[in-house]
């Protein structure tokens, strides 16, 4: 079956530095799943600019199958401008937790300071629109 997953995230640290706001956070998600040779990168959500609580719009969708474990790496970056993105907190969700949890949402306090949500839904398949013009 094919599933959603969206991203939040509460009282992040911030790593912007002293007189430059607050930092600018977007996630990297990556899945992890037993058996299969390497983690496979699924995307980065959009950044959004001087937040510590951003509620990411970006979904990522992909396959699971009831019963085999796999694990959802969340890395959470500070986007820089000049020079290196600055690592805010990292967690690991098993899905199969989050689709457990009551709402299929779950919180994992991250190191360093911050807390990120991660919600999981069953993705139903896009349809077809048609639409005519008449002139």
Do not use: C
Request: hydrophobic share 40%.
């Amino acid at each position: 079956m094919k599933v959603k997953l969206s991203l939040s995230a509460r009282q992040l640290p911030n790593v912007a530095g002293l007189g430059k706001g607050k930092s600018d956070p977007f996630a990297v998600v990556t899945k992890l799943a037993e058996g299969a040779s390497r983690p496979e990168v699924l995307g980065k959500t959009e950044v959004i600019k001087n937040t510590l609580k951003p509620d990411w719009t970006k979904v990522f969708v992909f396959d699971y199958q009831l019963g085999h474990p796999v694990h959802i790496a969340i890395s959470i970056y500070d986007e820089v401008r000049k020079g290196s993105n600055k690592l805010m907190g990292s967690a690991k969700f098993e899905l199969g937790a989050i689709l457990g949890a009551k709402g299929n949402i779950k919180a994992k306090k991250m190191k360093g300071g911050g807390t990120v949500f991660a919600h999981i839904e069953k993705y139903e398949g896009v349809g077809t629109l048609r639409l005519a013009m008449q002139g």
